[in-house]
T-cell receptor, first 113, second 115 residues
Framework: QKEVEQNSGPLSVPEGAIASLNCTYS??????FFWYRQYSGKSPELIMS????GDKEDGRFTAQLNKASQYVSLLIRDSQPSDSATYLC?????????????FGSGTRLLVRP | KAGVTQTPRYLIKTRGQQVTLSCSPI?????VSWYQQTPGQGLQFLFE???????NKGNFPGRFSGRQFSNSRSEMNVSTLELGDSALYLC???FGLGGNTGELFFGEGSRLTVL
């Protein structure tokens, strides 16, 4: 079982819609969760971090964490074509993983004009 | 301030050769992490160095090695190259341990092609 799993997509949504990106992780003791965005041909950049259960909002982005279900999600409201990118979920691996930052394979998002 | 700088950006090697990649972190950052990115496997963690010491290591064979210098610059080396080593190698710097902070700043990567 992969430590951090994401649907590879592509997830296609029309402009203005809500894009919902999901991620599950296997290590129950993970404490920190992050979303990175990677445009085609570019390097990943951090866009959100979340540490406790519930929602965290930053502009059009909302990160959601449910530790009991080992589930993290990223909602993008009012999606724009410029949001088209691959979104990588990253998890602090916890003690069993020596606290490495482990990335999922990413979900490709396409926002149609 | 200047970002993370990786050299070379592109390189082509043949099987059996060895390669050394270089990474200069953001000024003041003491941690450098290395990742391998391939279409099939995504971002795979190689190792992390902090204050010249390897703090974490991923599940890669011993052909992959690295080091960090006193100025925080880091190098990684791959010996006896195999076709499967073809990938984008990303270096990321962070102020504290990357695994703890989660806030990594990535370089543009070194794209290695093994023929």
């Amino acid at each position: 079982q992969k430590e951090v799993e994401q649907n590879s997509g592509p997830l296609s949504v029309p402009e203005g819609a809500i894009a919902s990106l999901n991620c599950t992780y296997s290590d129950r003791v993970s404490q920190s969760f992050f979303w990175y965005r990677q445009y085609s041909g570019k390097s990943p950049e951090l866009i959100m971090s979340i540490y406790s259960n519930g929602d965290k909002e930053d502009g059009r982005f909302t990160a959601q964490l449910n530790k009991a279900s080992q589930y993290v999600s990223l909602l993008i409201r009012d999606s724009q074509p410029s949001d088209s990118a691959t979104y990588l979920c990253a998890v602090n691996g916890g003690m069993d993983s020596s606290y490495k930052l482990i990335f999922g394979s990413g979900t490709r998002l396409l926002v149609r004009p | 301030k200047a970002g993370v700088t990786q050299t070379p950006r592109y390189l082509i090697k043949t099987r059996g050769q060895q390669v050394t990649l270089s990474c200069s972190p953001i000024s003041g950052h003491r941690s450098v992490s290395w990742y391998q990115q391939t279409p099939g496997q995504g971002l795979q963690f190689l190792f992390e160095y902090f204050s010249e010491t390897q703090r974490n290591k991923g599940n890669f064979p011993g052909r992959f090695s690295g080091r960090q210098f006193s100025n925080s610059r880091s190098e990684m080396n791959v010996s006896t190259l195999e076709l499967g080593d073809s990938a984008l190698y990303l270096c990321a710097s962070s102020f504290g341990l990357g695994g703890n902070t989660g806030e990594l700043f990535f370089g543009e990567g070194s794209r290695l092609t093994v023929l």
